[in-house]
């Protein structure tokens, strides 16, 4: 059911995740009615989506700080120093020379890592609430960022293998994952600034108290004895 108050418009785009936010303008301050009602239906539904925000990195991070602070990016291999810290430049355009970048470029090589299913910012002790993604120059084909729902695979586990799983304890590090990719793609002094992180294997969200396992290809390995191997599937109709 669409949520709507005055020109506020959320519509479920999925009945796993995701909602469509109309009659707002990200360019300008918010409301603190308005803001509520976008923070509970990024609770209720995950994934939030804006059409037609023309923002600059300034709105955009004036946005993003009504969550929280924000964090800074990790010095990522061969853009070092080149951005506001509180930003991420995801790009296959070469700001030096022009034109795109090719696949065997160290830059590009890093971002592919982004192609694997990931939890933004697992890999660091205090892990991000979530990222505001905002496309300011996006191909005519192809280019999309795709979501997956941990919330509902969790809830669709027989209750015997959730409780196996509660409790548990995973390793996260973007040193492994990135080296799934290619190794030594941060220098010494970059890879040892980023040892590897402690999460639960499942969280809670504080506000619904609704469960979903934290993983993603940051995450190395569980602690503890290795699960038995098993297999389950789950569904979601759009």
């Given at each position: 059911?669409?949520?709507?108050?005055?020109?506020?418009?959320?519509?479920?785009?999925?009945?796993?995740?995701?909602?469509?936010?109309?009659?707002?303008?990200?360019?300008?301050?918010?409301?603190?009615?308005?803001?509520?009602?976008?923070?509970?239906?990024?609770?209720?539904?995950?994934?939030?989506?804006?059409?037609?925000?023309?923002?600059?990195?300034?709105?955009?991070?004036?946005?993003?700080?009504?969550?929280?602070?924000?964090?800074?990016?990790?010095?990522?291999?061969?853009?070092?120093?080149?951005?506001?810290?509180?930003?991420?430049?995801?790009?296959?355009?070469?700001?030096?020379?022009?034109?795109?970048?090719?696949?065997?470029d160290r830059r590009m090589l890093y971002h592919?890592?982004?192609?694997?299913?990931?939890?933004?910012?697992?890999?660091?002790?205090?892990?991000?609430?979530?990222?505001?993604?905002?496309?300011?120059?996006?191909?005519?084909?192809?280019?999309?960022?795709?979501?997956?729902?941990?919330?509902?695979?969790?809830?669709?586990?027989?209750?015997?293998?959730?409780?196996?799983?509660?409790?548990?304890?995973?390793?996260?590090?973007?040193?492994?994952?990135?080296?799934?990719?290619?190794?030594?793609?941060?220098?010494?002094?970059?890879?040892?600034?980023?040892?590897?992180?402690?999460?639960?294997?499942?969280?809670?969200?504080?506000?619904?108290?609704?469960?979903?396992?934290?993983?993603?290809?940051?995450?190395?390995f569980i602690e503890g004895p290795t699960p038995?191997?098993?297999?389950?599937?789950t569904s979601c109709s759009p």
């Amino acid at each position: 059911m669409a949520i709507s108050s005055e020109a506020l418009s959320i519509v479920p785009l999925h009945a796993c995740l995701a909602a469509r936010v109309d009659g707002v303008d990200l360019t300008r301050p918010l409301s603190d009615a308005t803001f509520r009602r976008i923070a509970a239906a990024f609770d209720e539904f995950s994934v939030l989506v804006f059409h037609d925000q023309r923002l600059t990195d300034a709105q955009q991070k004036a946005f993003s700080e009504r969550w929280g602070p924000l964090e800074n990016t990790i010095v990522s291999p061969g853009q070092e120093a080149r951005y506001d810290p509180k930003l991420v430049d995801l790009s296959n355009t070469d700001p030096d020379h022009g034109g795109l970048m090719d696949w065997s470029d160290r830059r590009m090589l890093y971002h592919s890592g982004n192609q694997l299913w990931h939890t933004d910012s697992s890999f660091k002790p205090v892990p991000a609430h979530s990222s505001a993604l905002s496309g300011r120059e996006v191909p005519p084909v192809g280019g999309e960022t795709e979501f997956a729902s941990m919330r509902h695979a969790w809830a669709g586990l027989p209750d015997h293998v959730k409780a196996r799983l509660e409790g548990k304890v995973a390793v996260h590090s973007i040193i492994y994952s990135r080296n799934l990719i290619a190794k030594d793609l941060f220098d010494p002094a970059q890879a040892a600034a980023l040892p590897a992180v402690r999460h639960a294997l499942v969280r809670a969200n504080p506000v619904n108290g609704r469960k979903t396992f934290y993983i993603g290809s940051h995450a190395w390995f569980i602690e503890g004895p290795t699960p038995r191997a098993g297999a389950f599937s789950t569904s979601c109709s759009p």
